[in-house]
Nanobody
């Protein structure tokens, strides 16, 4: 089991920056990769950024060059640095962790979400 707690959301003006944090606890050694998703009202949840144990990352096209995902393995924490925020970035942001056990079974864990609001 993995528990995830997000923090860092809030209200920011367009063009501003925020840093989201996600702290993992529990069976953190079994985590293969961590990610940030977001969901705006009336829209589907979408993958924003993902980072694996080796540090490889991938991003949603609309955030490339503005958002950076990073991971501090010593602190079991993943960050999402968001710059040049746009009103369309406003959403509930969720932290996600995926573990794969020795039988190749995949488990998904989610945080409660942290709200990001961007004013124009």
């Amino acid at each position: 089991q993995v528990q995830l707690v997000e923090s860092g959301g809030g209200l920011v003006q367009a063009g501003g920056s925020l840093r989201l944090s996600c702290s993992a606890s529990g069976s953190t050694s079994s985590i293969n990769y961590m990610a940030w998703y977001r969901q705006a009202p009336g829209k589907q949840r979408e993958l924003v950024a993902r980072i694996n144990n080796g540090g490889s990352t991938n991003y949603l096209d609309s955030v490339k060059g503005r958002f950076t995902i990073s991971r501090d393995n010593a602190k079991n924490t993943v960050y999402l640095h968001m710059n040049s925020l746009k009103p369309e970035d406003a959403a509930l942001y969720y932290c996600n962790a995926v573990t794969i056990d020795f039988r190749a079974r995949i488990y998904d864990y989610w945080g409660q979400g942290t709200q990001v609001t961007v004013s124009s």
